[in-house]
Nanobody
């Protein structure tokens, strides 16, 4: 059983930056593909970014490509999401997820954090 705990959300202005972190425990961290998803109010959960087990390969949603950067530290069992040039449309609850495949479909991920709220004001 893998437990994921996110941190780092908050209220920022458009153009600001935030860094989200996700700490994992209870499993073999480097055996999981890690991803971030987000869900805005009244919206479906959507894929943001995924990183391979080694951290060497990443894939981003078009809406965040060039602004967000994912990284993982397998020695510390953490994955981070650096978010730059934030926009009001980035407002959402951000979830860290762990899975066994490279799917970008949230239904294919086995473990989820509780989520952290990111609010971007205009």
């Amino acid at each position: 059983q893998v437990v994921l705990v996110e941190s780092g959300g908050g209220l920022v202005q458009a153009g600001d930056s935030l860094r989200l972190s996700c700490a994992a425990s209870g499993g073999t961290f480097n055996s999981y593909v890690m991803a971030w998803f987000r869900q805005g109010s009244g919206k479906a959960r959507e894929f943001v970014v995924i990183v391979s087990r080694s951290g060497a390969s990443t894939s981003y949603a078009g809406a965040v490509k060039g602004r967000f950067t994912i990284s993982r530290d397998n020695a510390k069992n953490t994955v981070s999401l650096q978010m730059n040039s934030l926009k009001p449309d980035d407002t959402a609850v951000y979830y860290c997820a762990a899975g066994s495949s490279t799917s970008t479909n949230f239904q294919d991920f086995d473990y989820w954090g509780q989520g952290t709220q990111v609010t971007v004001s205009s």
